[in-house]
């Protein structure tokens, strides 16, 4: 199995800076994508950021400018830097990955998710 634990979550004024970290452990052969998603309430989850192994980066329009996702392969971790917070930014956010347990075996996975409020 694998699992992901997701850090640095919290209350922070509008404006200000958070960093997520999420780490994944377990049967791990290799990771493809990894990911953050949010969700706040009465909403649905929608992605923010995701990346590659090789590096490469997609980003929601809201948070383009504000957020930069990154990883550090030899850890199995992916971290979201988040600046220049806003209310509208308020929601639990959700780590995923695409992990290769065997040559043969893919597996999707998320981590428990932490809250990040910002107030105004």
């Known amino acids: 199995q694998v699992q992901l634990v997701e850090s640095g979550g919290g209350l922070v004024q509008a404006g200000g800076s958070l960093r997520l970290s999420c780490a994944a452990s377990g049967n791990i052969f290799s990771i493809n994508t990894m990911g953050w998603y949010r969700q706040a309430p009465g909403k649905q989850r929608e992605l923010v950021a995701s990346?590659?192994?090789?590096?490469?980066?997609t980003y929601a329009d809201s948070v383009k400018g504000r957020f930069t996702i990154s990883r550090d392969n030899a850890k199995n971790t992916v971290y979201l830097q988040m600046n220049s917070l806003k209310p509208e930014d308020t929601a639990v956010y959700y780590c995923?990955?695409?992990?290769?347990?065997?040559?043969?075996?893919?597996?999707?996975?998320w981590g428990q998710g932490t809250q990040v409020t910002v107030s105004s």
């Open positions: 995923n990955a695409d992990v290769r347990q065997t040559i043969a075996t893919w597996g999707n996975y």
């Open positions: 990346i590659t192994s090789g590096g490469r980066t």
